[in-house]
């Protein structure tokens, strides 16, 4: 499905959100990012400081960021068997796509690595199968996974062989044919795609409308889009020297890795810790990426198709419209802000010395990292922030863990640490308990 929109405000054009003046142009060292996507295909959009993102705290700078990135998106809906895989000397795994409607050209395309992963989903090929064969140093190695595809695309239920293609054209690609277009999602035809551009334009009114909210951050990633919004007027202590922010977050991808979701979002002001909040106003807003099965063909783009899909525009805005009423109340404020004192006031946690010398972590994080994988790096940070404030409580494991995120390169993975900060704060004592009072086995 696709949206139709407005294109992105004239230069100069004043914005309702306070506190904050639209640029024109977003540069990175020096050069547009149209200019950088011509040069880097992997759509790196240079990881900026994490509290700020590629956004620059402007609609209108994240506007431009996500539709330098949408002109470079062709998406075609066709048949599984029109595409055949094959290998090729010096290059990843390739594909060749008949085109629609008449199947009389064939474009020949990069497998990017998300792609890579939905297309073995798709045909039962084990991931770690197929970056071992990608591994391989010989072209006869690294044909057998082209034939695997080959014979799954060819077989396929007539239920499920349509699918939707979504690729970046050409560009500089310095791990694929930098001539080709490259495979960077795919899907069901049945996949709607509710992209950043449509989304920011849904979303921006309504933010200005219901008046009152700062840009905390904005950032498009390789992955996600995601926009962080706070409320000055609304703040409270959860402890002595520690007042909390409401906010929200709403995050979305266009290659599957996540549905349309929005979740309270506090931030600590002293240290300008953020944190996400599902149990704030539980998953209350979250839209999956599915519509009907779309037909045959190269698909428009939401800048090229008008406002065919306004009435999907409309119930989206009415949608968000309740959730900021919903999050930013007083009463479920202050509901919130009651839990997290409570979180001050838990066990602490048990074991505090470092398990070793060279492993810079507690039975207690080595527990939360067998569910939420964290890195070796990061728990070093976390110990350290921890031992820094000296807080061993439930509220103080998640601001040692939000602290991290602050200094976090990935903005990505900043946010999924902001998140697990979330998933902490909302543990129940039994659930933090297990956690505070975990043994160094647990360490093993």
Known sequence: MVYSGN???????????????????????????????????????????????????????LSKVVRDRAVLRQDVIADADKAEFYCEPGFPTQMQLAMPPLYDENVHVNIGTRALELICSYSGVPIHYARKCEAQPDTCGRDLLPLNFNRWFQKQD???????????????????????NTLYSFHSSRYMRLDGEFLIDQIQPEVDDF??????????SDDYMYVKLGKPSMVKAVTVGETVQAGIMFKTSDNG??????????????????????????????????????????????HECGDDYA???????????????SVFNDAVFQSQIEWLRSTAKTTNIKHLDAISDKKKTIPA????????????????????????????????????????????????????????????SGFSPTQWDRIALAELPMAA
């Open 7 to 61: 294109p992105p405000p004239p230069a100069g054009q004043s914005l309702k959100v306070v506190n904050h003046k639209p640029i024109a142009t977003v540069l990175v060292n020096g050069k547009g990012l149209t200019s950088l996507l011509q040069c880097n295909f992997t759509l790196n959009f240079m990881e900026t400081n994490m509290k700020q993102g590629n956004g620059q705290k402007s609609f209108d700078a």
């Open 158 to 180: 007539p239920a499920r062989a349509r699918r939707m293609f979504r690729m970046w054209k050409p560009t500089h690609n310095p791990i694929g044919n930098p001539n080709r």
């Open 211 to 220: 008046g009152g909210l700062d840009i905390l951050s904005l950032h498009q």
């Open 257 to 302: 890795k996540s549905r349309v979701r929005v979740s309270g979002f506090l931030e600590v002001l002293e240290c300008k810790n953020g944190m996400t909040s599902i149990k704030w106003i539980g998953d209350r807003f979250s839209k999956v990426h599915r519509t009907g099965v779309q037909p045959i063909g190269i698909m428009p783009q939401y």
């Open 311 to 325: 009435v999907y525009a409309d119930e989206f805005r009415v949608d968000f419209r309740k959730v900021l009423a």
């Open 365 to 424: 994080l080595e527990l939360v990292s067998e569910r939420h994988s964290l890195s070796a790096t990061v728990k070093g940070v976390v110990f350290e922030n921890l031992h820094k404030k000296g807080d061993f409580t439930q509220w103080g494991l998640v601001n040692a863990i939000t602290a991290a995120a602050n200094d976090h390169h990935s903005y990505d993975e900043a946010s999924r640490l902001e998140d697990l900060g979330g998933i902490i």
